[in-house]
């Protein structure tokens, strides 16, 4: 799912990104750990996403090839990042109202829960 070896290319723009630089810093057990965090749900609409992007043809009918600019590439990878931070974060919704739901006393209305 994650690459390590992506950082280690020499280039003046990663020299310069400050999140690449922390990335660096990190043990690739944690980078794997945290890559791993993303739920199978969660990857099935990254995935859809970004095939819908690329466009997708079979490929046992087909011998498909993309291609695309550097910055197009990272365009592409910045909006499924993007998409992932924010798909967590309303799994992570989700999850905490069915907790409270659950917990909730019967007499609670949840369409008064406003978070």
Do not use: W
């Amino acid at each position: 799912m994650f690459n390590p070896e992506f950082l280690t290319s020499e280039n003046e723009a990663i020299g310069s990104n400050s999140l690449i630089q922390y990335l660096q810093e990190q043990s690739p057990d944690v980078l794997q750990r945290v890559a791993r965090s993303a739920s199978s749900d969660i990857q099935d609409i990254i995935r859809h996403n970004v095939q819908g992007l690329l466009g997708m043809l079979p490929g046992e009918q087909f011998e498909v090839k993309i291609q695309a600019s550097r910055d197009n590439l990272a365009g592409l990878l910045a909006s499924a990042m993007m998409t992932g931070y924010f798909l967590r974060q309303m799994e992570q919704r989700m999850e905490l109202e069915a907790s409270l739901f659950v917990d909730a006393d019967q007499d609670v209305d949840p369409g008064e829960l406003k978070l």
